[in-house]
């Protein structure tokens, strides 16, 4: 059952995609900005409760409490502080400093508490579902923690488009992204959904590497990776659809895992972008780049 395996394998890495993908996709939505700092605030968030568990010796849903209040607070200091004197002040910053500097300093500021904090080891929270992998009379194996991670990629990429699309305030929130200033002109307080959407995903990118770092591992430098990869799915998902980022995430994680079982584990990386490149080229507008091709 090597296809079966690979399959799993890939729909697990590719959850890990997709999850960072929505948090993107959902935020870029109603603000316009990339948050290129959404990995950075799983890997506090694993390394915050490996670290009050093990050195402090906090009980586990202390820990997870905690690191995930401070997520929060920090997430609304930060639009208090720098996102509102950005886009709410008298003189509004527009274009690509505010799309991608902000958040991409962010990251960097993230980053350095980290290692100021957890040092440069590898750390991981603990199992939040202990037990040896599941194993299947067909002979297929899946670890407990990549069924947490598939289902908190579900979950949240479906709870975020039913929202988009079936509820009052997730039309308002669509209204922020796509007109601004008409969305304040009808009476939106495009700040508070801002200010919302932001704590929660960040929120979400905590609890998710809580949850995931148990198969991979983090250190203060893993966010960015994890940012880089929910961007390119994001992309794919036209960086406004969380549902279509989500499906992308999980289909650039199948494929890769797909390479490097058949093909090479060595170059798996390689022809995996190389074919993502290939189906932007020749199908921009079907793979989610709208804006590539205007209209």
């Known amino acids: 059952m090597k296809f079966g395996n690979l399959l799993i394998a890939g729909l697990v890495t590719g959850s890990i995609y997709a999850v960072f993908a929505v948090c993107v996709a959902i935020w870029y939505r109603v603000s316009n900005i990339l948050n290129l700092a959404v990995g950075d605030f799983a890997m506090f968030g694993a390394l915050s409760v490996d670290y009050l568990f093990r050195v402090e010796n906090w009980p586990l849903p202390a820990a997870i409490a905690a690191t995930l209040a401070v997520v929060a607070a920090f997430g609304y200091a930060y639009d208090q502080v720098v996102l509102r004197l950005a886009q709410d002040g008298k003189r509004r910053q527009e274009g ?100 919302l959407i932001f704590v929660v995903t960040a929120i979400l990118a905590a609890i998710f590497g809580i949850a995931e770092s148990p198969i ?39 494929l890769e895992a797909l390479l490097g079982g058949y093909v090479s584990t060595t170059y798996a990386d390689t022809l995996m972008y190389a074919i993502l490149a290939a189906l932007v080229l020749a199908r921009p507008r079907a793979m989610g780049f709208e804006s590539a091709v205007g209209g």
């Open 216 to 254: 991979t591992g983090y250190t203060f430098l893993s966010g960015a990776t994890i940012s880089v990869t929910g961007f390119i799915a994001a992309a794919y998902g036209g960086f406004q659809k969380p549902g279509r980022a989500l499906v992308a995430g999980l289909a650039i994680g199948i």
């Open 96 to 195: 690509i400093v505010i799309t991608f500097f902000f958040t991409f300093a962010l990251a960097f500021f993230i980053d350095g508490v980290a290692k100021i904090l957890f040092g440069t080891d590898v750390h991981a929270a603990p199992a939040l579902w202990n037990g040896n992998s599941l194993t299947f009379a067909t002979g297929l194996h899946i670890e407990r923690a990549g069924i947490l991670v598939l289902g908190c990629a579900l979950i949240s990429g479906l709870m975020f488009a039913l929202y988009i699309h079936y509820t009052l305030s997730g039309k308002a929130m669509e209204a922020c992204g796509e007109n601004h200033l008409g969305a304040r002109i009808v009476g939106i307080d495009t700040r508070r959904y801002r200010r």
